[in-house]
């Protein structure tokens, strides 16, 4: 047996007897590593005659192919002992009941907004926006609130440090009226339908008010667009999203700049066992605003006031959400309080 026959022997041997992974992989670093035995005597081919080089190459290749699939082949045996041995010695009880994690839950906001957005688009209404960033002029010129207005003071609205330009001074919006304007601008020939819901921004914070809260604002543009279709607007809104078909409305006169006449709109109630009914009673319960618009506001939308008008109603998403949902307090929505969100959140599944 020549000394390549011995190698090959004595190192199948010991791949034949490696007890684990870690055994096989030093065999093959002694052998076929950098410095491994045949590793070596692939180097001494260098000084040997080219006919002996070529038979001796040959027949050490042969013996290297024959020790990698003999590793490769042992390998495999190993892990799969291996992978039983630490399955054996591992056990899971499949009949443990699951361990409880807490899941996240919708704000009540979240299901409100997705409510009133799919009632407004069963009539019509499309969805359009704009930026809480807002100048002057859209925020309060475009909507006939004159300058000497109080809304526009530093103690009611938060101007913001941009420079000015022709559009007046930067702020954060006060209401989504602005959106109306703007999407009348991108397309002013009428019939349309818009409604808008976002956050906007006054000065106050206390159990019935924040400083960021959120609005929901419709519109509609048309021939012939009467006080009476607002009234039933309303009425069918109101009474959908409450769930009271007997739900009764009350319009009282009122004033905004962008609307005239202008109206408050009350729903009636009644107190039962400390709950608020709705739809019984001769209590009255303001819930939102609005009317028609006025010629002013058309102007700035460059729709001409001659040929069309239309009504526009504006609601407080928190109002309308705590008054569905019984929450009391306004502020609760914002301080991401998890018992309150446990108390009054909404089941991913729930619809």
Same mark, same amino acid.
């Given at each position: ?63 290297? %192919? ?22 054996? %010695?591992? /056990? ?27 009632i ?20 309060? #010129? ?10 526009? #003071?530093m103690h009611?609205t ?51 008010? #924040? ?14 667009? %009467? ?9 069918d ?21 962008? #609307? ?64 569905k949902?019984g ?6 929505? /914002?301080?991401s ?8 959140? /909404? ?5």
């Amino acid at each position: 047996m020549t000394d390549i026959e011995k190698l090959l022997s004595s190192c199948l041997f010991e791949i034949d007897n490696a007890i684990n992974t870690k055994k096989l992989d030093d065999i093959k670093i002694a052998v076929l590593g950098k410095n491994g035995k045949l590793t070596e005597r692939l180097k001494s081919l260098r000084n040997m005659p080219e006919d002996q080089r070529k038979i001796v190459g040959a027949e050490i290749n042969a013996i290297k %192919s024959e020790i990698l699939k003999r590793i490769e082949a042992k390998a495999l045996t190993l892990e799969i002992l291996e992978l039983e041995k630490k399955l054996s %010695s591992e /056990f899971i009880d499949v009949s443990m009941p699951a361990r409880i994690r807490p899941s996240g839950c919708i704000h009540p906001l979240t299901k409100v907004t997705e409510e009133v957005a799919n009632i407004l688009s069963e009539y019509g209404f499309v969805f359009t926006e704009g930026p809480e960033i807002e100048t002057e002029y859209y925020n309060f #010129t475009a909507l006939n609130i004159p300058d000497h207005h109080p809304a526009r #003071t530093m103690h009611d609205t938060f101007y913001v440090s941009y420079p000015t330009n022709n559009e007046g001074r930067r702020l954060l919006r006060t209401h989504t009226s602005p959106v109306q304007v703007r999407s009348m601008l991108v397309n002013n020939t009428p019939p349309f339908r818009y409604f808008s819901i976002g956050r906007v921004y006054r000065s106050d914070y206390d159990a019935t008010h #924040t400083p960021m809260f959120n609005q929901i604002e419709g519109l509609m543009v048309g021939k012939d667009i %009467s006080f009476s279709h607002l009234k039933y607007m309303m009425t069918d809104f109101l009474k959908k999203f409450f769930g009271v078909p007997k739900l009764e409305l009350r319009l009282r006169p009122s004033f905004f700049p962008f #609307t005239e006449p202008s109206t408050e709109i009350d729903i009636n109630y009644e107190i039962k066992g400390g709950r608020i009914l709705f739809g019984s009673g001769d209590k009255w319960m303001e819930v939102a605003g609005g009317g028609i618009v006025h010629p002013n506001v058309l102007k700035s939308g460059n729709v001409d006031p001659d040929q069309y008008q239309g009504f526009a109603f504006g609601f407080g998403l928190e109002r309308l959400t705590s008054l569905k949902y019984g929450v009391s307090d306004l502020r609760k929505y /914002f301080e991401s309080d998890e018992r309150w969100r446990n108390a009054f959140g /909404f089941s991913y599944v729930t619809k």
